[in-house]
């Protein structure tokens, strides 16, 4: 039962019970989802099957997207299990934190090329080997931030980083369209996440949201979460290679 129901979707970037990915897969889940979740590494391994086996029938795999031979055995194991795949959700970025501090000019190539790989090819990385399983058509969403578009203070590679997201977004839309996989972003307002704890004056940016968005609040996770299960259902079935903003108006006005 449920809008996805008989939906197979492989969720990337849990990391804890405040991730956003977190919040997206209990909207999936409630409606009817198989999930897929993947972890980075040994460090977070413990934390996030914890919260895989609240969601009976859910797996949980190891994927590092740094590593092709980690994405290429995920992609193998997704085809043993699931046989076909309805939906990606990517939600995973990383910049040092000396990065995202000061000016963007001083900027390190290991650390812009760490930001590029992470937080933008994984994407590429991750579609190219799961499209094959989307046999019966299927959605893609990536986690994006209005830092692609403006110069925000201390977003610095990140916002370069999300810059090449977006335009990926477009790209692999334009790609996968003739195979009815749609392609598109979720752009969030700020919300309060172990990502969140590298952004200098996170606080003063949420209090600046609230004072100045139409909504005249922050973004909750499950507000994320419901506009990902959109999404990945039949409902959003003419949208393909948008960003969608999910920050309470802030970006019409901010
Ligand atoms: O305000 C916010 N929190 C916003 C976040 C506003 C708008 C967009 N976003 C984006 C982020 O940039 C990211 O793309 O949403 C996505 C999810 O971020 P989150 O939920 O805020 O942060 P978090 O809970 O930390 O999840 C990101 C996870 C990593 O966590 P840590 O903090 O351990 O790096 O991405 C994963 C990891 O689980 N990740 C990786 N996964 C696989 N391989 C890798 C990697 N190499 N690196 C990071």
């Known amino acids: 039962n449920g809008l996805l129901a008989g939906k197979n979707v492989l969720v990337m970037g849990v990391a804890n019970d405040r991730s956003i990915a977190w919040a997206i897969a209990q909207s999936l889940a409630a409606q009817g989802a198989r999930l897929a979740f993947t972890y980075e590494n040994e460090r977070v391994e413990e934390r996030v099957r914890k919260l895989a086996e609240t969601i009976p029938g859910s797996q949980f795999l190891k994927c590092n997207v740094t590593d092709d031979a980690d994405i290429d055995s995920l992609a193998g194991q997704l085809k043993e299990s699931f046989g076909v795949l309805h ?70 590679v990140m916002g ?78 003419g949208i393909t290679g948008e960003i969608i903003y999910v920050d309470n108006g802030y970006n019409i006005v901010g």
């Open 87 to 156: 939906g990606l959700v990517h939600s995973i970025a990383f910049a040092k934190s000396e990065e995202l501090d000061g000016m963007f000019v001083d900027t390190s190539r290991a650390g812009y090329a760490l930001a590029q790989d992470i937080s933008a090819y994984s994407l590429t990385a991750v579609a190219q080997r799961i499209y094959p399983l989307m046999t019966e058509g299927g959605s893609i969403m990536t986690m994006t931030y209005l830092g692609a578009e403006r110069a925000l203070r201390n977003y610095n």
């Open 160 to 237: 370069v980083a999300k810059a090449a997201l977006e335009a990926s977004v477009r790209y692999l839309a334009a790609d996968l369209g003739q195979y009815n996989i749609r392609v598109n972003a979720i752009s969030a307002g700020p919300i309060r996440t172990l990502a969140a704890k590298g952004i200098k004056d996170f606080n003063s940016i949420l209090r600046q949201v609230e004072e100045k968005s139409p909504l005249r609040k922050t973004t909750d996770a499950a507000e994320v979460g419901d506009t990902a299960m959109f999404l990945m259902s039949h409902l959003s079935r």
